[in-house]
């Protein structure tokens, strides 16, 4: 097994319905890398209980019991996979980060989680974050209408997101802008955090040739930003 410290760590952010998860299972036929999906599992059975449907169903009763809930369980995530993994690169459905700068602030912004619970969450936040929450090496940016996110949302008809409007899509999208683009108002540990942005207007699930470009669009920010062994990126599927 690869020493921790050795690993290599990139986060695949986007909106809701910005298709991350079809992303990522593409990006296991290409990438010899480890890929961490969101802990979508736990956040649907919680002794019983799907927070992520009560989340969506009243807001401001459940913002602030979930976004620290999906925060802490996206770490445990993180580190089972460190510790388990012998693959040097990991690639994670959205880190930590977007938690607290596009879907908490967001929900606080909203109204839906009170100041009480805003600083709350960030004083955990800033404390996890900083002894447990390694900063990625690099964050993938699946930059998406939030109008074909909406549709997206739409054709997939999952019953939690059922309550998602157009509009929340749009702030959420703005969230990742002002973080990810415009590096707003975010820690300092983040500002020279390299970003790869990916258009994702277009339906990439079947195409081909479009997930061949997205991907050495991928190997290339791997290669130039970091010193990533060649087996990694060796995938015989690219010369397909």
């Not at 969230?175 to 390299?194: M, R």
Request: a negative charge; hydrophobic letters at 40%.
């Amino acid at each position: 097994m690869h020493a921790l410290h050795n690993q290599k760590y990139f986060a695949v952010e986007g909106n809701i319905g910005a298709g991350k998860s079809t992303f990522l299972t593409i990006i296991r036929t290409f990438l010899n890398a480890r890929v961490v999906m969101e802990p979508h599992e736990k956040w649907q059975n919680v002794g019983g209980h799907n927070l992520l449907d009560k989340f969506y169903a009243d807001s401001s009763r459940w913002a602030y019991t979930f976004q620290m809930y999906a925060f802490i369980t996206r770490m445990m995530e993180k580190r089972e996979a460190s510790v388990s993994s012998s693959e040097v690169v990991h690639i994670l459905e959205r880190s930590v980060f977007s938690d607290r700068y596009c879907f908490a602030q967001n929900c606080f912004e909203l109204g839906v989680m009170t100041e009480l619970e805003w600083n709350l969450y960030r004083e955990c936040f800033d404390w996890l974050a900083e002894s447990h929450a390694a900063t990625p090496h690099g964050f993938i940016y699946m930059q998406t209408d939030p109008e074909i996110c909406y549709k997206r949302l739409l054709k997939r008809n999952r019953s939690e997101e059922a309550g998602v409007s157009l509009d929340y899509l749009r702030t959420v999208h703005e969230k990742h802008e002002s973080w990810l683009i415009k590096k707003e108002g975010i820690a300092s540990s983040l500002v020279d955090v390299p970003v790869l942005v990916i258009p994702c207007h277009e339906d990439f699930e079947n195409d081909r040739e479009l997930q061949k470009a997205h991907m050495a669009k991928i190997i290339d920010f791997l290669e130039v930003y970091h010193e990533i062994p060649e087996q990694v990126t060796a995938r015989p599927e690219m010369s397909y």
